[in-house]
């Protein structure tokens, strides 16, 4: 069974950074497309950015220019900076990988922006 560990989350202030990670336990990690979709009480889990196992990069609409998605084969780390942060980011980030049949969800981790 695929484990995926978040941290990084926190509260800072409109226009602050913060950074996530996300650690597999998957060995076929390497091989793996990865992202980060994040949901707010009552809405959709919206997603917010994947890179695939060719660094091939996609982000949603309403963080472009602003995240970054970045991995780390080997240390099965993936990253998601975060610039510029707004109050509309707040929500409750996931970290996603998928690998032909297999996925797997990180518990989520909670960021806030607030002033």
């Known amino acids: 069974q695929v484990e995926l560990v978040e941290s990084g989350g926190g509260s800072v202030r409109p226009g602050g950074s913060l950074a996530l990670s996300c650690v597999s336990s998957?060995?076929?990690?390497?091989?793996?497309?990865v992202a980060w979709y994040r949901q707010v009480p009552g809405n959709q889990r919206e997603f917010v950015a994947e890179?695939?196992?060719?660094?091939?990069?996609t982000y949603g609409d309403p963080v472009k220019g602003r995240f970054t998605i970045s991995r780390d084969n080997r240390v099965n780390t993936m990253y998601l900076q975060m610039d510029s942060l707004r109050p509309e980011d707040t929500a409750l980030y996931y970290c996603?990988?998928?690998?032909?049949?297999?996925?797997?969800w990180g518990q989520g981790i909670q960021v806030t922006v607030s002033s």
């Open positions: 996603y990988t998928q690998y032909l049949t297999q996925n797997a």
């Open positions: 890179i695939t196992s060719g660094f091939i990069t």
């Open positions: 998957w060995d076929a990690f390497n091989k793996a497309a």
